[in-house]
């Protein structure tokens, strides 16, 4: 139980000492941004957020007091849905991607009775840099499907940091994406990557970490609440 939770947080290298003034000694941790050009970080529990604008160019930075302003009824769509905006349009796969990788944790959290997390953080980062290049599919018959189908498997083995999605009308009902209509054009969307991280106040217990599960469950809940707004709530 212990071992699979390995894969849910950053990857440890070691501990490096400090100068000899300080004396001090500390982590060394896996670098998640070290692939990005232009990373996208959200840290869930202290509510500071970093995307890239692509129409200006920049990186935006939203703090605590940004996040303190937000409202129970406009904090996911001025929140969580901002963040997942993607070459300026809301990217549902993104958002599906950290699903998947927050009801892992889940499904750990569900049967671990070893640990109690108290003001532990949920870390999510995708890289912003939108330079990948869009490619128009057309599916004027079934042929054409099998050829795009290929295509786009190519794409995503030739790129592990990177998947397929596509842009336009509701990409869902679409077999995820991969095989959009002709009035869909279809780009590379980046690997998205969700840790656990923070874990000064972790103590033993011998029952389920309900409060952890409760806030887990509820970013899911909202997470999926953006998928299915038509707007995506923006």
């Known amino acids: 139980m ?3 939770l ?12 400090g100068s000899e003034v300080c004396k001090t000694s500390y982590l060394k941790l896996e670098n998640l941004l070290q ?13 500071k957020i970093t995307i890239y604008n692509p129409k200006t160019k920049e990186m935006e930075k939203y703090d605590k007091y940004y996040c303190k302003k937000l409202t129970e009824d406009n904090i996911v769509s001025n929140g969580l849905a901002k963040f997942f905006c993607y070459q300026g ?4 796969d993104l958002i599906n991607s950290v699903i998947e990788q927050l009801e892992q944790i889940e499904e750990w959290f569900s049967h671990q009775r070893l640990f109690a997390f108290y003001a532990s953080s949920i870390l999510i980062v995708f890289d912003g840099d939108n330079s990948a290049s869009t490619c128009d599919i057309e599916s004027s018959n079934s042929d054409n499907l099998e050829t795009n189908d290929t295509s786009a498997r190519t794409l995503l083995n030739s790129d592990s940091r990177k998947s397929v999605y596509c842009s336009g009308r509701n990409n869902r009902d679409q077999d995820n994406g991969l095989l959009p209509d002709s009035e869909n054009s279809c780009v590379q969307s980046p690997r998205v990557e969700v840790r656990m991280i923070d874990f000064t106040h972790v103590f033993p217990s011998r029952e389920e970490d309900s409060n952890y599960l409760f806030g887990l469950r509820k970013l899911i809940s ?6 299915d707004s038509p707007s995506g709530l923006l």
């Open 35 to 47: 692939d990005m050009t232009k990373p996208c970080v959200l840290d869930i529990k202290m509510g």
């Open 222 to 227: 909202h997470l999926r609440s953006v998928i």
């Open 2 to 4: 212990v071992l699979e």
């Open 6 to 17: 390995r894969r849910f947080i950053p990857q440890f290298f070691g501990m490096v000492q």
């Open 89 to 92: 349009d809301l990217s549902r």
